[in-house]
């Protein structure tokens, strides 16, 4: 597996909390990206990040932010958490630049959200 | 705007059987597909491309710019192959954003 963790691993929290779930890469990795992954509609983009501090939304972003201070953390905050919310979200690296993973994204093995 | 169309959420075949996962897309330039799997509690990984024109366990996928498919194909079926599977189209004018099919579960019956 490529170097990425996710943290927390599951989360259990009530509507209306903050909740930061963080992605980490040891592979000096220019792009990430957090998804989410339900049943029925497969794995949506939420925001990506093309380097430090640079991010744009992706098809779901309402309700969630997200920001990169340096190259191997790519933080996503729920700033109030709602049910809808309740998925799981993955963590995905890619450099398109690279010669041996043209355009491959690695994903991470995703953190269980609930929220009550 | 881009697309991928997953028709079927659940497919079940039996040891040995062909399978095929449908998929089909919509995009205005040239695509690239890639077809990801997601073993039960592992994440998900690249299985392949179609510019590479692999074969990967066995599976292999050939693009068809005319039916703007790219189906999935294995000629017998094994155990290990029950999963789920994503079809996926990445968005070559931005950030190389991968936009996703719903996924079809694949289960292979002894």
């Known amino acids: 597996d490529a170097g990425i963790t996710q943290s927390p691993r599951h989360k259990v929290t009530e509507t209306g909390t903050p909740v930061t779930l963080r992605c980490h890469q040891t592979?000096?990795?220019?792009?990430m990206y957090w998804y989410r992954q339900d049943p029925g509609h497969g794995l949506r983009l939420i925001h990506y990040?093309?380097?430090?501090?640079?991010?744009d939304k992706g098809e779901v972003s309402d309700g969630y932010s997200v920001s990169r201070s340096k190259t191997e953390d790519f933080l996503l905050t729920l700033e109030s958490a709602t049910s809808s919310q309740t998925s799981v979200y993955f963590c995905?690296?890619?450099?398109?630049?690279?010669?041996?993973?043209?355009?491959?994204?690695?994903f991470g093995p995703g953190t269980r959200l609930t929220v009550l | 705007a881009q697309r991928v169309t997953q028709p079927e959420k659940l497919l079940s075949v039996f040891k040995g059987a062909p399978v095929e996962l449908k998929c089909n897309y919509s995009?205005?330039?040239?695509?690239?597909l890639f077809w990801y799997v997601q073993y039960s509690r592992q994440r998900l990984q690249l299985l392949l491309r179609?510019?590479s024109r692999e074969s990967i366990k066995g599976f292999t996928a050939d693009l068809n710019k005319g039916e703007t498919s790219f189906h999935l194909k294995k000629p017998f079926a094994q155990e290990e192959d029950s999963a789920m599977y994503y079809c996926?189209?990445?968005?070559?004018?931005?950030?190389?954003?991968?936009?996703f099919g719903t996924g079809t579960r694949l289960t292979v019956i002894p």
């Open positions: 179609h510019i």
């Open positions: 996926a189209l990445i968005d070559q004018t931005g950030a190389n954003n991968l936009f």
């Open positions: 995009y205005s330039g040239s695509p690239e």
């Open positions: 990040s093309y380097g430090v501090k640079d991010t």
């Open positions: 592979e000096n990795h220019r792009y």
């Open positions: 995905a690296i890619s450099d398109p630049s690279g010669v041996s993973s043209y355009n491959e994204q690695f």
